[in-house]
């Protein structure tokens, strides 16, 4: 059976008593990426070392795969088994993830905008006409 990298990730950081939003802002990504992080059954290696990193743990434990064993994390780091194949993956992911949150902040506003039957557009748009 394949390990889901999620799941055992998850298991280690609320194992370690790291709160989730704590983690996400160290990292610099938010909340959201962390638990999606959670439900992939392969994570890129950079992430995991990215949480391990803060966290102070070798996953190479459970990753023998993706890392090699034997060197810590704190000042030495660990070597990947395989290579960087996108080494902008994490600046990617960090814009999909922005893009995602923006996404929802609008769709919020559609709502509320809906429920207040277009009120908060109009009020918007005189502030905008003011202004000029």
């Not at 959201?32 to 890129?44: E, P």
């Not at 996953?59 to 960087?84: N, R």
């Not at 922005?98 to 908060?120: A, H, R, S």
Request: glycine share 6%; net charge positive.
């Amino acid at each position: 059976m394949e390990l889901h990298h999620g799941q055992t990730v998850e298991r280690i950081i609320r194992r370690n008593g790291y709160s989730i939003a704590e983690l996400a802002r160290i990292i610099k990504v938010n909340r959201r990426s962390v638990y999606n992080w959670f439900n992939q059954r392969h994570l890129k290696p950079e992430i995991i070392f990215r949480i391990g990193s803060v966290l102070n743990h070798d996953f190479s434990s459970e990753f023998p795969s993706l890392f090699v064993k034997g060197e810590t994390i704190g000042k030495s780091t660990i070597h990947y088994t395989e290579s960087a194949e996108n080494p902008s993956g994490l600046e990617d992911a960090n814009w999909k993830d922005k893009y995602i949150d923006l996404l929802e902040k609008y769709n919020e506003l559609l709502q509320f905008c809906i429920k207040n039957k277009g009120i908060v557009l109009f009020t918007l748009s005189l502030q905008y006409l003011l202004y000029f």
